[in-house]
């Protein structure tokens, strides 16, 4: 069974970037694509953008274009979302989401709080 | 970019049925993939491919596309289907897709 897990919550200052990590047990990693999904407090999900491992490929959706960063490492089956730039509207919980076949996001990680805050 | 538009909330008695609507542009020629999410939780996939059930989805968990409305239907509603759903699309445009999100209350 595949799980994904998240590092724990930050605190960033405005200006600053977050490095969030998701690692993935059970299954081949490489064969996955995985999607980054973000929720601001009281508000719906956002997708941020992908990637998928074995190629290296990242997608990003165009609100983040310039600012957001997913790579992966296949060593250590994990995945990394680095966003720069902070500001305050960046405070949310933020998911890494396995990309099942048919398009939907079938495995979801706990989620990783991030506040942005002077 | 492409648009998905959902009542901001859906009431419902115990034991009847709860439906919750995604409208969006021929969203009938999309699939059409539907989350519930509880307080502080992860969301969880309970339809894909506008009407599929992953497993251990209950049965009362049902979808349809068609037009410019695809609709969750839970039958049987419980107090533990009180949640939030989204729908979600991959759309050639704008990627991946999500609604504005439903509160369902089970008065």
């Known amino acids: 069974q595949v799980q994904l897990v998240q590092s724990g919550a930050e605190v960033k200052k405005p200006g600053s970037s977050v490095k969030v990590s998701c690692k993935a047990s059970?299954?081949?990693?490489?064969?996955?694509?995985i999607s980054w999904v973000r929720q601001a407090p009281g508000q719906g999900l956002e997708w941020m953008g992908r990637i998928i491992p074995i190629l290296g490929i990242a997608n990003y959706a165009q609100k983040f274009q310039g600012r957001v960063t997913i790579t992966a490492d296949k060593s250590t089956s994990t995945a990394y979302m680095e966003l720069s730039s902070l500001r305050s509207e960046d405070t949310a919980v933020y998911y890494c989401a396995r990309d099942s076949p048919q398009g939907a996001f079938d495995i979801w990680g706990q989620g990783t709080m991030v506040t942005v805050s002077s | 970019s492409y648009v998905l538009t959902q009542p901001p909330s859906v009431s419902v008695a115990p034991g009847q049925t709860a439906r919750i609507t995604c409208g969006g542009n021929?969203?009938?020629?999309?699939?059409v993939h539907w989350y519930q999410q509880k307080p502080g939780q992860a969301p969880v996939l309970v339809v894909y491919d506008d009407s599929d059930r992953p497993s251990g989805i209950p049965e009362r968990f049902s979808g349809s596309n068609s037009g410019n409305t695809a609709t969750l239907t839970i039958s049987r509603v419980e107090a533990g289907d009180e949640a939030d759903y989204y729908c979600?699309?991959?759309?050639?445009?704008?990627?991946?897709?999500f609604g504005g999100g439903t509160k369902l209350t089970v008065l």
């Open positions: 021929n969203i009938g020629s999309k699939s």
């Open positions: 059970g299954g081949t990693f490489s064969s996955y694509t």
């Open positions: 979600q699309v991959w759309d050639s445009s704008s990627d991946r897709v």
